[in-house]
Structures are given as C-alpha cells and as structure tokens.
C-alpha cells in the first residue's frame, strides 16, 4: 500500500488549495479512503471520510469549507480546502481506513 500525497502550499487566509493523494496497493475503489492531518506539536487528526458509494464525513471544523472526492479510474482521492484559516496549517495525509500505512503528507501553510 502506498500514498502520495501533493498540492500543499503557502496560501493567505481566505484562500483554496486542492490536495491530491495517488493510491497504490490495494483496491481504491471499494476502499474506505480518508484524510488525516497533523498541526504543528500537535496529534495527528481525523478530517474527512469518503465511503465507497460517495457517502462523505467530516470533522466539525472544516464541514462546509472542505471536499472530499475521489476518481476510481485513477485511484486518486482529492481534498478541495476553501475559505482556509490559519489553524487549517498541518501536514496533511490521505489513508485507506483499514491500512497501518501513512504516505509523506503535504504541508498546509495559511498564513498571511
């Protein structure tokens, strides 16, 4: 199993950025994907699930500002962030729910 993860970034408050996570190893399409992210000295915590079907989960902080997404076809999970706040920073991770396995992450920096 393996995840990469990309499209972190320096954005200003207010601003977007797309997360994307290329899976490998296992099959994405009738997986539990979901992504996790880590603050600066702080523990790694849960953000969004996304169920096989399209069901979508997410923590109380970033309902209504993040999307969960994903492409069968090309194994790959999306997280589209809007309206970010500078707590949004973090190193962020995507993971099959069932796997012990974490990718690199992407950083998230909102700062201005």
């Known amino acids: 199993v393996q995840y990469a993860e990309s499209g972190g970034g320096l954005v200003q408050p207010g601003g977007s950025l797309r997360l994307s996570c290329a899976a490998s190893?296992?099959?994405?399409?009738?997986?539990?994907m979901t992504w996790h992210r880590q603050p600066p000295e702080q523990a790694r915590e849960w953000v969004a699930t996304m169920f096989p079907g399209g069901a979508t989960f997410y923590t109380d902080s970033v309902r209504g500002r993040f999307t969960i997404s994903s492409d069968d076809d090309t194994d790959t999970l999306w997280l589209q962030m809007d309206s970010l706040k500078p707590e949004d920073t973090a190193v962020y991770y995507c993971?099959?729910?069932?796997?012990?396995?974490w990718g690199q992450g992407t950083q998230v920096t909102v700062s201005s």
């Open positions: 993971q099959e729910a069932n796997s012990p396995t």
């Open positions: 190893g296992f099959s994405f399409g009738e997986a539990i």
